[in-house]
């Protein structure tokens, strides 16, 4: 077995932050909400579902999005990956393919937050179950691309 390398590092990074992205936003859809939602009166579970909602954005920005940016970078960097190259077939299209859906999946996890922020509950499960279902598009997607 090869000894474990800078390149082998920053994937682990990647993944591990798209496995802590995908693997918080199904734990709580699936798992937490409904128990929440099954226990607590009405008013706990608002609040309850608020303050996960938060911390669950606020490690977003502080730490999935800095790692899933800088490491996405490093490794196409590594790669060669150019702007011309990601209309090219095969990897350069499946990448802008995962890039693009990754960007309408942080838009959609945003537009949660503002949802709910401002009482539209509605729209906020809408926006949620968006960027749930983008997000293991993304995985689906990067599980098409070869190791860099």
């Known amino acids: 077995m090869d000894s474990v390398g800078l390149w082998s590092l920053v994937r682990f990074g990647h993944v591990a932050g798209a496995a802590l ?3 918080g936003q199904l ?3 699936l798992v937490i909400l409904p ?3 099954r ?3 009405s008013e706990d579970m608002d609040r309850f579902a608020a303050e996960a909602g938060r911390r669950f954005g606020t490690l977003t920005g502080a730490v999935f999005l800095p790692v899933q940016l800088a490491t996405g970078w490093a490794m196409a960097w590594h790669k060669g990956v150019t702007w011309a190259s990601l209309a090219e ?3 350069g299209r499946t990448l ?5 859906l990754f960007v309408l999946v942080m838009l959609a996890a945003v537009g949660h937050g ?3 922020s401002r009482g539209r509950p509605e729209l906020a499960r809408t926006l949620a179950v968006v960027s749930l279902v983008g ?3 993304v995985v689906l997607l990067a599980t098409a691309l070869p190791a860099t």
């Open 21 to 23: 992205w995908v693997g």
């Open 114 to 116: 503002i949802a709910h």
């Open 39 to 41: 226990s607590l009166s």
């Open 35 to 37: 128990l929440a939602r």
């Open 135 to 137: 997000s293991l598009g």
């Open 89 to 91: 077939p095969g990897y």
């Open 27 to 29: 734990a709580l859809s």
């Open 96 to 100: 802008a393919a995962k890039l693009g």
